[in-house]
Protein backbone atom coordinates (compact mmCIF):
# COMPACT_ATOMS: atom_id res chain seq x y z
CA UNK A 1 0.00 0.00 0.00
CA UNK A 2 1.15 3.25 -0.88
CA UNK A 3 1.91 5.90 1.83
CA UNK A 4 -0.27 8.61 0.31
CA UNK A 5 -3.20 6.11 0.53
CA UNK A 6 -3.40 6.32 4.43
CA UNK A 7 -1.19 9.64 5.35
CA UNK A 8 0.93 10.62 7.92
CA UNK A 9 -2.04 10.25 10.91
CA UNK A 10 -3.19 7.17 9.38
CA UNK A 11 0.56 5.84 9.35
CA UNK A 12 0.90 6.93 12.79
CA UNK A 13 -2.01 4.63 14.26
CA UNK A 14 -0.24 1.87 12.31
CA UNK A 15 3.34 2.42 14.32
CA UNK A 16 1.64 2.67 17.29
CA UNK A 17 0.15 -0.82 17.56
CA UNK A 18 4.20 -1.97 16.48
CA UNK A 19 5.84 -0.36 19.42
CA UNK A 20 3.38 -1.43 21.99
CA UNK A 21 1.02 -0.04 25.34
CA UNK A 22 2.85 2.48 27.35
CA UNK A 23 4.46 2.09 30.29
CA UNK A 24 2.71 3.04 33.74
CA UNK A 25 1.95 6.38 33.54
CA UNK A 26 3.93 7.14 30.61
CA UNK A 27 2.55 8.84 27.41
CA UNK A 28 3.76 7.86 24.24
CA UNK A 29 3.18 8.34 20.76
CA UNK A 30 0.51 10.58 19.51
CA UNK A 31 0.75 14.01 21.61
CA UNK A 32 3.49 17.18 21.32
CA UNK A 33 5.97 14.91 23.29
CA UNK A 34 6.39 11.79 25.08
CA UNK A 35 5.90 11.61 29.12
CA UNK A 36 7.96 9.22 30.59
CA UNK A 37 8.36 7.86 34.44
CA UNK A 38 11.91 7.41 34.99
CA UNK A 39 12.58 6.00 38.82
CA UNK A 40 13.42 9.22 39.98
CA UNK A 41 10.97 12.00 38.21
CA UNK A 42 8.96 12.37 34.92
CA UNK A 43 10.81 13.54 31.60
CA UNK A 44 9.19 15.07 28.39
CA UNK A 45 10.91 13.52 25.16
CA UNK A 46 10.19 14.65 21.65
CA UNK A 47 11.97 15.11 18.26
CA UNK A 48 11.49 16.92 14.70
CA UNK A 49 13.22 16.54 11.94
CA UNK A 50 13.77 19.25 9.30
CA UNK A 51 14.80 18.59 5.81
CA UNK A 52 15.62 21.05 3.28
CA UNK A 53 13.64 21.50 0.44
CA UNK A 54 10.19 20.13 2.44
CA UNK A 55 10.94 22.42 5.48
CA UNK A 56 12.91 25.13 4.63
CA UNK A 57 14.74 26.51 1.72
CA UNK A 58 18.04 27.88 2.36
CA UNK A 59 17.51 30.38 -0.10
CA UNK A 60 15.35 32.10 1.94
CA UNK A 61 16.21 31.07 5.08
CA UNK A 62 19.84 31.82 6.36
CA UNK A 63 21.36 29.36 9.12
CA UNK A 64 21.35 31.70 12.49
CA UNK A 65 17.54 31.77 11.77
CA UNK A 66 17.17 28.11 10.97
CA UNK A 67 18.93 27.40 13.93
CA UNK A 68 17.01 29.12 15.85
CA UNK A 69 13.72 28.01 14.61
CA UNK A 70 14.96 23.77 14.70
CA UNK A 71 15.45 24.48 18.22
CA UNK A 72 12.03 26.63 18.83
CA UNK A 73 9.93 23.97 17.69
CA UNK A 74 10.98 21.18 19.64
CA UNK A 75 10.71 23.56 22.66
CA UNK A 76 7.25 24.41 21.59
CA UNK A 77 6.05 20.83 21.98
CA UNK A 78 7.78 20.41 25.36
CA UNK A 79 5.84 23.92 26.04
CA UNK A 80 2.96 22.35 25.00
CA UNK A 81 2.87 19.94 27.65
CA UNK A 82 3.63 22.20 30.35
CA UNK A 83 6.88 21.76 30.70
CA UNK A 84 9.78 23.37 30.08
CA UNK A 85 13.12 22.35 28.04
CA UNK A 86 16.38 21.20 29.27
CA UNK A 87 18.42 19.20 26.86
CA UNK A 88 19.32 18.41 23.35
CA UNK A 89 20.98 16.34 20.60
CA UNK A 90 21.16 17.63 16.91
CA UNK A 91 21.92 15.14 14.21
CA UNK A 92 22.54 17.14 11.62
CA UNK A 93 23.23 16.01 7.47
CA UNK A 94 25.26 18.25 5.68
CA UNK A 95 25.91 18.15 1.85
CA UNK A 96 29.36 18.10 0.38
CA UNK A 97 30.62 21.24 -0.49
CA UNK A 98 28.80 23.29 2.42
CA UNK A 99 30.72 26.18 4.31
CA UNK A 100 31.76 25.18 7.58
CA UNK A 101 31.29 28.74 8.63
CA UNK A 102 27.19 28.08 7.53
CA UNK A 103 27.04 24.77 10.09
CA UNK A 104 29.04 27.66 12.64
CA UNK A 105 26.30 30.31 12.19
CA UNK A 106 23.23 27.33 12.14
CA UNK A 107 24.74 26.49 15.74
CA UNK A 108 24.86 30.23 17.06
CA UNK A 109 21.38 30.15 16.20
CA UNK A 110 20.83 27.00 18.07
CA UNK A 111 22.66 28.92 20.97
CA UNK A 112 20.61 32.30 21.00
CA UNK A 113 17.14 29.80 21.11
CA UNK A 114 19.32 27.70 24.07
CA UNK A 115 20.15 31.01 25.91
CA UNK A 116 16.71 32.27 25.98
CA UNK A 117 15.34 29.24 27.59
CA UNK A 118 18.35 28.24 29.61
CA UNK A 119 18.94 25.02 28.13
CA UNK A 120 21.54 23.51 25.79
CA UNK A 121 22.75 21.62 22.92
CA UNK A 122 24.67 18.66 24.85
CA UNK A 123 25.72 16.53 21.86
CA UNK A 124 24.79 15.05 18.17
CA UNK A 125 25.72 13.08 14.94
CA UNK A 126 27.30 14.69 11.95
CA UNK A 127 26.59 12.68 8.23
CA UNK A 128 27.13 13.25 4.79
CA UNK A 129 24.01 13.85 2.76
CA UNK A 130 22.19 14.77 -0.45
CA UNK A 131 20.00 17.41 1.58
CA UNK A 132 20.59 19.36 4.71
CA UNK A 133 19.08 17.43 7.20
CA UNK A 134 18.39 18.74 11.15
CA UNK A 135 17.13 16.32 13.72
CA UNK A 136 16.55 17.67 17.20
CA UNK A 137 15.68 15.57 20.09
CA UNK A 138 14.94 17.26 23.28
CA UNK A 139 14.24 16.37 27.18
CA UNK A 140 12.62 18.58 29.10
CA UNK A 141 10.90 18.64 32.59
CA UNK A 142 7.27 19.07 33.79
CA UNK A 143 6.31 20.96 36.85
CA UNK A 144 6.64 18.09 39.05
CA UNK A 145 4.31 15.21 38.25
CA UNK A 146 1.98 17.43 36.28
CA UNK A 147 1.63 17.90 32.52
CA UNK A 148 -1.01 18.97 30.38
CA UNK A 149 -2.29 16.01 27.38
CA UNK A 150 -4.73 16.16 24.16
CA UNK A 151 -7.60 14.10 25.60
CA UNK A 152 -8.80 15.59 28.57
CA UNK A 153 -10.99 18.12 27.03
CA UNK A 154 -14.83 18.48 28.49
CA UNK A 155 -18.10 19.48 26.73
CA UNK A 156 -18.55 23.46 27.73
CA UNK A 157 -14.80 24.32 28.41
CA UNK A 158 -13.65 26.95 26.59
CA UNK A 159 -11.46 27.11 23.89
CA UNK A 160 -8.05 29.74 24.08
CA UNK A 161 -5.16 30.74 21.50
CA UNK A 162 -2.61 32.79 22.74
CA UNK A 163 -0.68 35.32 20.49
CA UNK A 164 -1.82 35.64 16.58
CA UNK A 165 -2.19 32.75 14.21
CA UNK A 166 -1.58 33.08 10.41
CA UNK A 167 1.49 35.39 10.75
CA UNK A 168 3.81 32.74 10.29
CA UNK A 169 2.20 31.49 6.89
CA UNK A 170 1.62 34.83 5.58
CA UNK A 171 5.46 35.76 6.58
CA UNK A 172 6.48 32.70 4.52
CA UNK A 173 4.35 33.74 1.29
CA UNK A 174 5.74 37.06 1.47
CA UNK A 175 9.31 36.20 1.79
CA UNK A 176 8.86 33.95 -1.36
CA UNK A 177 7.50 36.85 -3.00
CA UNK A 178 10.55 38.95 -2.55
CA UNK A 179 8.56 41.28 -0.59
CA UNK A 180 10.10 42.16 2.71
CA UNK A 181 8.16 45.21 4.37
CA UNK A 182 6.56 43.68 6.92
CA UNK A 183 9.51 42.20 9.51
CA UNK A 184 6.79 41.38 11.91
CA UNK A 185 5.49 39.00 9.47
CA UNK A 186 8.82 37.52 8.21
CA UNK A 187 10.31 37.26 12.18
CA UNK A 188 6.69 34.92 13.16
CA UNK A 189 7.88 32.96 10.42
CA UNK A 190 11.68 32.91 10.67
CA UNK A 191 12.39 33.01 14.71
CA UNK A 192 9.14 31.99 16.14
CA UNK A 193 9.10 32.58 20.29
CA UNK A 194 7.84 28.75 21.56
CA UNK A 195 5.20 29.58 24.77
CA UNK A 196 7.19 28.52 27.49
CA UNK A 197 6.81 31.55 29.83
CA UNK A 198 3.21 31.44 28.78
CA UNK A 199 3.07 28.11 29.61
CA UNK A 200 4.86 28.71 33.27
CA UNK A 201 1.96 31.46 34.01
CA UNK A 202 -0.81 29.04 32.64
CA UNK A 203 -0.36 25.64 34.23
CA UNK A 204 -1.02 26.55 37.61
CA UNK A 205 -4.55 27.25 36.29
CA UNK A 206 -5.17 23.72 35.14
CA UNK A 207 -5.64 23.69 31.43
CA UNK A 208 -7.35 20.52 30.85
CA UNK A 209 -6.22 20.08 27.24
CA UNK A 210 -3.22 21.55 24.66
CA UNK A 211 -1.94 21.55 21.91
CA UNK A 212 1.03 24.11 19.85
CA UNK A 213 0.06 25.20 16.26
CA UNK A 214 2.34 24.11 14.25
CA UNK A 215 0.36 21.97 11.24
CA UNK A 216 -2.73 24.41 11.41
CA UNK A 217 -5.29 25.60 13.90
CA UNK A 218 -7.83 23.77 12.29
CA UNK A 219 -5.46 20.54 12.18
CA UNK A 220 -4.49 20.63 15.79
CA UNK A 221 -7.36 22.04 17.40
CA UNK A 222 -8.45 18.76 15.80
CA UNK A 223 -6.14 16.78 17.89
CA UNK A 224 -7.56 17.48 20.72
CA UNK A 225 -11.12 17.05 19.60
CA UNK A 226 -9.99 13.41 18.57
CA UNK A 227 -8.24 12.37 21.85
CA UNK A 228 -10.55 13.96 23.21
CA UNK A 229 -14.01 12.68 21.94
CA UNK A 230 -15.21 16.24 21.75
CA UNK A 231 -16.44 18.95 19.01
CA UNK A 232 -15.83 22.39 19.05
CA UNK A 233 -17.60 25.42 18.11
CA UNK A 234 -15.36 28.77 16.89
CA UNK A 235 -16.42 32.19 16.55
CA UNK A 236 -14.81 33.55 13.34
CA UNK A 237 -15.57 37.02 14.82
CA UNK A 238 -13.51 36.07 17.82
CA UNK A 239 -10.11 34.38 16.07
CA UNK A 240 -7.19 36.60 16.18
CA UNK A 241 -6.28 36.27 12.80
CA UNK A 242 -2.99 37.89 10.99
CA UNK A 243 -3.36 41.58 9.96
CA UNK A 244 -2.55 41.93 6.48
CA UNK A 245 -3.67 45.58 5.57
CA UNK A 246 -2.00 47.03 2.49
CA UNK A 247 -0.62 43.25 1.48
CA UNK A 248 -1.51 41.42 -1.21
CA UNK A 249 -1.69 37.72 -1.26
CA UNK A 250 -4.19 35.18 -2.62
CA UNK A 251 -5.65 33.78 1.46
CA UNK A 252 -7.74 35.62 3.44
CA UNK A 253 -6.45 36.35 7.02
CA UNK A 254 -8.94 33.69 8.30
CA UNK A 255 -7.95 31.28 5.82
CA UNK A 256 -3.99 31.88 6.92
CA UNK A 257 -5.41 31.82 10.27
CA UNK A 258 -6.83 28.45 10.21
CA UNK A 259 -4.61 26.45 8.10
CA UNK A 260 -1.32 28.08 7.92
CA UNK A 261 0.42 26.56 10.51
CA UNK A 262 4.08 26.91 12.11
CA UNK A 263 2.50 29.72 14.63
CA UNK A 264 3.33 27.92 17.26
CA UNK A 265 0.53 29.56 19.73
CA UNK A 266 -0.97 27.72 22.20
CA UNK A 267 -4.21 26.20 22.06
CA UNK A 268 -5.66 25.12 24.85
CA UNK A 269 -8.91 24.13 26.75
CA UNK A 270 -10.07 24.70 30.08
CA UNK A 271 -13.30 25.09 32.58
CA UNK A 272 -14.86 27.83 32.10
CA UNK A 273 -14.83 29.02 35.47
CA UNK A 274 -11.02 29.20 35.78
CA UNK A 275 -10.71 30.19 31.87
CA UNK A 276 -10.24 34.36 32.78
CA UNK A 277 -7.98 34.04 35.85
CA UNK A 278 -5.84 31.87 33.58
CA UNK A 279 -6.04 34.57 30.40
CA UNK A 280 -5.04 37.47 32.84
CA UNK A 281 -2.16 35.69 34.56
CA UNK A 282 -0.58 34.58 31.14
CA UNK A 283 -1.02 38.34 29.92
CA UNK A 284 0.10 39.70 33.36
CA UNK A 285 3.16 37.49 33.17
CA UNK A 286 4.14 37.83 29.70
CA UNK A 287 2.21 40.44 27.91
CA UNK A 288 1.55 37.70 25.44
CA UNK A 289 -2.42 38.52 24.56
CA UNK A 290 -4.88 35.45 25.29
CA UNK A 291 -7.76 35.21 23.43
CA UNK A 292 -10.73 33.14 23.94
CA UNK A 293 -12.18 32.07 20.61
CA UNK A 294 -14.87 29.25 21.46
CA UNK A 295 -16.43 26.27 23.10
CA UNK A 296 -15.67 22.64 23.57
CA UNK A 297 -19.32 20.95 22.61
CA UNK A 298 -20.32 17.16 22.27
CA UNK A 299 -18.74 15.40 19.67
CA UNK A 300 -21.77 14.89 17.91
CA UNK A 301 -21.73 18.31 17.27
CA UNK A 302 -19.21 18.05 15.17
CA UNK A 303 -16.16 20.89 14.43
CA UNK A 304 -17.96 24.09 13.42
CA UNK A 305 -16.94 27.31 12.67
CA UNK A 306 -19.58 30.22 13.44
CA UNK A 307 -19.51 33.25 11.04
CA UNK A 308 -21.77 36.19 11.49
CA UNK A 309 -24.13 33.52 12.86
CA UNK A 310 -23.91 30.73 9.83
CA UNK A 311 -22.33 27.64 10.85
CA UNK A 312 -19.50 26.10 8.67
CA UNK A 313 -17.71 22.88 9.12
CA UNK A 314 -13.91 23.61 10.83
CA UNK A 315 -12.21 21.51 8.02
CA UNK A 316 -9.68 23.49 6.51
CA UNK A 317 -6.66 21.51 5.44
CA UNK A 318 -4.03 21.28 7.70
CA UNK A 319 -0.01 20.00 6.78
CA UNK A 320 -0.36 16.13 6.44
CA UNK A 321 3.68 15.60 5.89
CA UNK A 322 2.76 12.91 3.56
CA UNK A 323 0.14 13.98 1.72
CA UNK A 324 1.44 17.50 0.36
CA UNK B 1 35.68 27.53 4.34
CA UNK B 2 35.32 23.77 2.90
CA UNK B 3 33.73 20.94 5.33
CA UNK B 4 36.14 18.82 3.91
CA UNK B 5 39.13 20.93 5.10
CA UNK B 6 38.47 20.20 8.50
CA UNK B 7 36.40 17.01 8.88
CA UNK B 8 34.29 15.61 11.04
CA UNK B 9 36.51 15.88 14.08
CA UNK B 10 37.60 19.85 13.09
CA UNK B 11 34.35 20.56 12.95
CA UNK B 12 32.72 18.91 16.22
CA UNK B 13 35.41 21.07 17.99
CA UNK B 14 34.47 24.37 16.56
CA UNK B 15 31.27 23.62 17.28
CA UNK B 16 31.56 22.70 20.86
CA UNK B 17 33.47 25.77 21.14
CA UNK B 18 30.16 27.50 20.30
CA UNK B 19 27.69 25.29 22.46
CA UNK B 20 29.77 26.28 25.62
CA UNK B 21 30.81 24.33 28.99
CA UNK B 22 29.11 21.31 30.56
CA UNK B 23 26.61 21.81 32.88
CA UNK B 24 28.48 21.03 36.76
CA UNK B 25 29.37 17.22 36.51
CA UNK B 26 28.07 16.31 32.89
CA UNK B 27 29.36 15.07 29.61
CA UNK B 28 28.27 16.97 26.58
CA UNK B 29 29.75 16.91 23.08
CA UNK B 30 32.63 14.21 22.87
CA UNK B 31 32.05 11.26 24.07
CA UNK B 32 29.41 8.17 23.18
CA UNK B 33 26.59 9.44 25.19
CA UNK B 34 26.33 13.12 26.85
CA UNK B 35 25.87 12.86 30.33
CA UNK B 36 23.18 14.59 32.17
CA UNK B 37 22.76 15.55 35.67
CA UNK B 38 18.89 16.12 36.49
CA UNK B 39 17.66 17.24 40.08
CA UNK B 40 16.37 13.45 40.29
CA UNK B 41 19.18 10.92 38.66
CA UNK B 42 22.06 10.83 35.84
CA UNK B 43 20.69 10.45 32.14
CA UNK B 44 22.39 8.99 29.08
CA UNK B 45 21.50 10.98 26.25
CA UNK B 46 22.93 10.13 22.06
CA UNK B 47 21.71 10.45 18.51
CA UNK B 48 22.43 8.60 15.22
CA UNK B 49 21.66 9.89 12.08
CA UNK B 50 21.18 7.11 9.39
CA UNK B 51 20.77 8.17 5.70
CA UNK B 52 20.11 6.26 2.71
CA UNK B 53 23.08 5.83 0.16
CA UNK B 54 25.19 6.76 3.03
CA UNK B 55 24.26 4.26 5.49
CA UNK B 56 22.57 1.84 3.79
CA UNK B 57 21.58 0.42 0.80
CA UNK B 58 17.87 -0.49 0.36
CA UNK B 59 19.32 -2.94 -2.01
CA UNK B 60 21.08 -5.26 0.01
CA UNK B 61 19.09 -3.84 3.84
CA UNK B 62 16.06 -5.24 4.34
CA UNK B 63 13.52 -2.96 6.47
CA UNK B 64 13.26 -5.16 9.40
CA UNK B 65 17.17 -5.26 9.68
CA UNK B 66 17.59 -1.75 9.19
CA UNK B 67 15.34 -0.61 12.04
CA UNK B 68 16.76 -3.32 14.16
CA UNK B 69 20.29 -1.75 13.60
CA UNK B 70 18.80 1.98 13.58
CA UNK B 71 18.51 1.47 17.12
CA UNK B 72 21.30 -1.16 18.08
CA UNK B 73 23.83 1.94 16.97
CA UNK B 74 22.78 3.68 19.70
CA UNK B 75 22.23 1.08 21.99
CA UNK B 76 25.77 0.69 21.60
CA UNK B 77 26.80 4.00 22.44
CA UNK B 78 24.93 4.23 25.69
CA UNK B 79 26.52 1.03 26.59
CA UNK B 80 30.03 2.06 25.99
CA UNK B 81 28.83 5.25 28.70
CA UNK B 82 28.52 1.99 31.40
CA UNK B 83 24.21 2.16 30.80
CA UNK B 84 21.42 0.28 29.59
CA UNK B 85 18.85 1.62 27.41
CA UNK B 86 15.56 2.82 28.22
CA UNK B 87 13.56 4.88 25.49
CA UNK B 88 14.09 6.40 22.46
CA UNK B 89 12.34 8.73 19.59
CA UNK B 90 12.28 8.33 15.98
CA UNK B 91 12.54 10.85 13.48
CA UNK B 92 12.13 9.14 9.43
CA UNK B 93 11.94 10.71 6.52
CA UNK B 94 10.36 9.04 3.61
CA UNK B 95 10.68 9.01 -0.19
CA UNK B 96 7.41 9.54 -2.25
CA UNK B 97 5.97 5.93 -3.39
CA UNK B 98 7.67 4.20 -0.17
CA UNK B 99 5.32 1.46 1.02
CA UNK B 100 3.19 1.34 4.30
CA UNK B 101 4.60 -1.91 4.95
CA UNK B 102 8.18 -0.92 4.09
CA UNK B 103 8.02 0.84 7.30
CA UNK B 104 5.90 -1.12 9.26
CA UNK B 105 8.47 -3.93 8.33
CA UNK B 106 10.76 -0.96 9.73
CA UNK B 107 9.21 -0.97 12.62
CA UNK B 108 9.29 -4.15 13.63
CA UNK B 109 13.02 -4.52 13.44
CA UNK B 110 13.43 -1.74 16.19
CA UNK B 111 10.82 -3.06 18.36
CA UNK B 112 12.56 -6.85 17.88
CA UNK B 113 15.48 -4.71 19.16
CA UNK B 114 13.37 -3.09 22.13
CA UNK B 115 12.15 -6.37 23.12
CA UNK B 116 16.01 -7.52 23.30
CA UNK B 117 16.52 -5.13 25.46
CA UNK B 118 13.78 -4.19 27.69
CA UNK B 119 13.50 -0.86 25.97
CA UNK B 120 10.73 1.28 23.66
CA UNK B 121 10.35 3.63 20.88
CA UNK B 122 8.47 5.98 22.77
CA UNK B 123 7.42 9.00 19.87
CA UNK B 124 8.85 10.40 16.77
CA UNK B 125 8.40 12.41 13.55
CA UNK B 126 8.15 11.78 10.02
CA UNK B 127 8.28 13.68 6.98
CA UNK B 128 8.92 13.73 4.01
CA UNK B 129 12.15 13.52 2.28
CA UNK B 130 14.80 12.82 -1.31
CA UNK B 131 16.56 10.02 0.71
CA UNK B 132 15.31 7.77 3.29
CA UNK B 133 16.33 9.16 6.86
CA UNK B 134 16.41 7.65 10.36
CA UNK B 135 17.27 9.77 12.90
CA UNK B 136 16.86 7.97 16.63
CA UNK B 137 17.67 9.60 19.89
CA UNK B 138 18.06 7.43 23.01
CA UNK B 139 17.66 7.91 26.92
CA UNK B 140 19.57 5.92 29.50
CA UNK B 141 20.72 5.57 32.73
CA UNK B 142 23.55 4.54 33.93
CA UNK B 143 24.49 2.59 36.85
CA UNK B 144 24.01 5.07 39.28
CA UNK B 145 26.31 7.98 39.19
CA UNK B 146 28.66 5.61 37.64
CA UNK B 147 29.69 6.37 33.82
CA UNK B 148 32.96 5.22 31.99
CA UNK B 149 34.31 7.99 29.94
CA UNK B 150 37.07 7.91 26.85
CA UNK B 151 39.26 10.05 29.13
CA UNK B 152 40.16 8.17 32.30
CA UNK B 153 43.16 5.69 30.47
CA UNK B 154 45.91 5.49 31.75
CA UNK B 155 50.13 4.30 31.43
CA UNK B 156 50.06 1.02 32.84
CA UNK B 157 46.50 -0.06 31.84
CA UNK B 158 45.58 -3.21 29.87
CA UNK B 159 43.31 -2.87 26.51
CA UNK B 160 40.52 -4.71 25.97
CA UNK B 161 38.06 -5.48 23.24
CA UNK B 162 35.10 -7.89 22.96
CA UNK B 163 34.57 -9.94 20.41
CA UNK B 164 35.96 -10.34 17.04
CA UNK B 165 36.76 -7.27 14.61
CA UNK B 166 36.29 -6.79 11.20
CA UNK B 167 32.99 -9.25 10.77
CA UNK B 168 31.04 -6.25 10.00
CA UNK B 169 33.00 -5.09 7.40
CA UNK B 170 33.52 -8.35 5.62
CA UNK B 171 30.01 -9.06 5.53
CA UNK B 172 29.15 -6.08 3.99
CA UNK B 173 31.86 -6.25 1.33
CA UNK B 174 30.63 -10.30 0.92
CA UNK B 175 26.61 -8.90 0.24
CA UNK B 176 28.01 -6.42 -2.25
CA UNK B 177 29.67 -9.17 -4.33
CA UNK B 178 26.29 -10.93 -3.79
CA UNK B 179 28.00 -13.77 -1.91
CA UNK B 180 25.80 -14.58 0.55
CA UNK B 181 27.37 -17.92 2.05
CA UNK B 182 28.97 -16.60 5.18
CA UNK B 183 25.47 -15.75 7.44
CA UNK B 184 27.53 -15.08 10.25
CA UNK B 185 29.66 -12.32 8.88
CA UNK B 186 26.16 -11.25 6.98
CA UNK B 187 24.69 -10.84 10.25
CA UNK B 188 27.59 -9.18 12.20
CA UNK B 189 26.29 -6.36 9.67
CA UNK B 190 23.15 -6.11 9.35
CA UNK B 191 22.30 -7.02 13.42
CA UNK B 192 25.06 -6.20 14.87
CA UNK B 193 25.00 -6.79 18.84
CA UNK B 194 25.13 -3.93 21.46
CA UNK B 195 27.12 -5.13 24.34
CA UNK B 196 24.65 -4.28 26.73
CA UNK B 197 25.19 -6.96 29.07
CA UNK B 198 28.52 -7.69 28.65
CA UNK B 199 28.61 -4.37 30.22
CA UNK B 200 26.63 -5.22 33.36
CA UNK B 201 29.11 -8.17 33.91
CA UNK B 202 31.88 -5.21 33.05
CA UNK B 203 31.28 -2.29 35.26
CA UNK B 204 31.32 -3.50 38.76
CA UNK B 205 35.18 -4.14 37.59
CA UNK B 206 35.56 -0.73 37.04
CA UNK B 207 37.44 -0.05 33.59
CA UNK B 208 39.04 2.99 33.14
CA UNK B 209 38.15 4.31 29.30
CA UNK B 210 35.76 2.91 26.98
CA UNK B 211 34.42 3.28 23.51
CA UNK B 212 32.19 1.28 21.09
CA UNK B 213 33.84 0.26 17.73
CA UNK B 214 31.81 2.07 15.21
CA UNK B 215 33.85 4.00 12.84
CA UNK B 216 37.09 1.49 13.30
CA UNK B 217 39.37 0.31 16.45
CA UNK B 218 42.15 2.47 15.82
CA UNK B 219 39.93 5.35 14.86
CA UNK B 220 37.93 4.45 17.80
CA UNK B 221 40.88 3.37 20.09
CA UNK B 222 42.30 7.07 19.08
CA UNK B 223 39.60 8.67 20.24
CA UNK B 224 40.01 7.07 23.90
CA UNK B 225 44.18 8.10 23.39
CA UNK B 226 43.09 11.78 22.37
CA UNK B 227 40.97 12.11 25.17
CA UNK B 228 43.21 10.23 27.56
CA UNK B 229 46.20 11.96 26.52
CA UNK B 230 47.79 8.35 26.43
CA UNK B 231 49.36 6.47 23.52
CA UNK B 232 48.84 2.52 23.41
CA UNK B 233 50.87 -0.50 21.94
CA UNK B 234 48.61 -3.09 20.22
CA UNK B 235 50.03 -6.49 19.68
CA UNK B 236 48.75 -7.99 16.32
CA UNK B 237 49.09 -11.76 17.16
CA UNK B 238 46.47 -10.62 19.98
CA UNK B 239 43.99 -9.28 18.23
CA UNK B 240 40.81 -11.16 17.66
CA UNK B 241 40.40 -10.91 13.70
CA UNK B 242 37.87 -12.10 11.52
CA UNK B 243 38.12 -15.45 10.23
CA UNK B 244 38.16 -15.61 6.50
CA UNK B 245 39.24 -19.09 5.18
CA UNK B 246 38.17 -19.53 1.55
CA UNK B 247 36.48 -16.26 0.95
CA UNK B 248 37.73 -14.18 -1.29
CA UNK B 249 38.35 -10.35 -0.60
CA UNK B 250 40.66 -7.08 -1.38
CA UNK B 251 41.42 -6.69 2.21
CA UNK B 252 43.71 -8.70 5.12
CA UNK B 253 41.93 -10.01 7.83
CA UNK B 254 44.02 -7.27 10.04
CA UNK B 255 43.06 -4.53 7.74
CA UNK B 256 39.48 -5.38 7.99
CA UNK B 257 39.70 -5.35 12.03
CA UNK B 258 41.78 -2.44 12.22
CA UNK B 259 39.54 0.09 10.07
CA UNK B 260 37.17 -1.60 9.11
CA UNK B 261 33.93 -0.38 11.68
CA UNK B 262 30.71 -1.00 12.84
CA UNK B 263 31.33 -3.77 15.01
CA UNK B 264 29.62 -2.61 17.80
CA UNK B 265 32.11 -4.28 20.04
CA UNK B 266 33.59 -2.68 23.38
CA UNK B 267 37.02 -1.20 23.36
CA UNK B 268 38.46 -0.60 26.93
CA UNK B 269 41.31 0.19 29.43
CA UNK B 270 41.34 -1.30 32.86
CA UNK B 271 44.16 -1.17 35.40
CA UNK B 272 46.38 -4.60 35.20
CA UNK B 273 45.40 -5.73 38.20
CA UNK B 274 41.97 -5.52 37.48
CA UNK B 275 41.98 -7.05 33.97
CA UNK B 276 41.70 -10.91 34.47
CA UNK B 277 38.21 -10.67 36.60
CA UNK B 278 36.79 -8.21 34.60
CA UNK B 279 37.29 -10.46 31.67
CA UNK B 280 36.62 -13.97 33.20
CA UNK B 281 33.43 -12.49 34.51
CA UNK B 282 31.98 -10.63 31.35
CA UNK B 283 32.85 -14.00 29.59
CA UNK B 284 31.11 -16.04 32.41
CA UNK B 285 28.00 -14.12 32.34
CA UNK B 286 27.57 -13.47 28.76
CA UNK B 287 29.78 -16.41 26.99
CA UNK B 288 31.15 -13.22 25.02
CA UNK B 289 35.43 -13.55 24.58
CA UNK B 290 36.84 -10.94 25.73
CA UNK B 291 40.63 -10.50 24.53
CA UNK B 292 43.35 -8.59 25.70
CA UNK B 293 45.06 -6.82 23.09
CA UNK B 294 47.88 -4.27 24.58
CA UNK B 295 48.83 -1.82 26.71
CA UNK B 296 48.59 1.84 27.58
CA UNK B 297 51.39 3.43 26.99
CA UNK B 298 53.17 7.48 27.33
CA UNK B 299 51.76 9.88 24.95
CA UNK B 300 55.39 10.22 23.74
CA UNK B 301 55.49 6.69 22.46
CA UNK B 302 52.48 7.31 20.17
CA UNK B 303 49.96 4.79 18.51
CA UNK B 304 51.96 1.55 17.68
CA UNK B 305 51.12 -1.74 15.98
CA UNK B 306 53.75 -4.89 16.87
CA UNK B 307 53.75 -7.26 14.11
CA UNK B 308 56.11 -10.18 14.86
CA UNK B 309 58.48 -7.47 16.94
CA UNK B 310 58.41 -4.80 14.21
CA UNK B 311 56.72 -1.64 15.46
CA UNK B 312 54.61 -0.33 13.00
CA UNK B 313 52.46 3.41 13.64
CA UNK B 314 48.62 2.08 14.28
CA UNK B 315 47.49 4.92 12.17
CA UNK B 316 44.80 3.05 9.51
CA UNK B 317 41.99 5.44 8.52
CA UNK B 318 38.67 5.29 10.28
CA UNK B 319 35.37 6.46 9.01
CA UNK B 320 35.36 10.53 8.61
CA UNK B 321 31.72 11.44 7.46
CA UNK B 322 32.24 14.33 6.20
CA UNK B 323 35.95 13.06 4.13
CA UNK B 324 34.63 9.82 2.54
Not at 37 to 53: K, Q
Not at 71 to 90: E, H, K, L
Not at 264 to 287: H, S
Request: with cysteine.
Amino acid sequence: MELSQVGEFGLIQRLRSIVGEPGDGEVWIGDDAAVLRAPSGTILFTTDLLVEGVHFDTGFTGPEDLGYKSIAVNVSDVAAMGGVPRRAVVGLGVVPGLEVEWIENLYLGMQQCCQEFDMAVVGGDLTRSDQIIISVALLGNPAGRLFIERGNARVGDAVCVTGTLGESAAGLRLMRQGNRERLDLLKAHLRPTARVKEVQALRRHLPSAMVDVSDGFCADLGHICAASSVGVLIQESDLPVVELEGVELEESPLQLALAGGEDYELCYTIPEDRCEAAMAAVTQATGTRVTKVGEVVEQSRGRVLLIESAEHPLEMPGWDHLRV
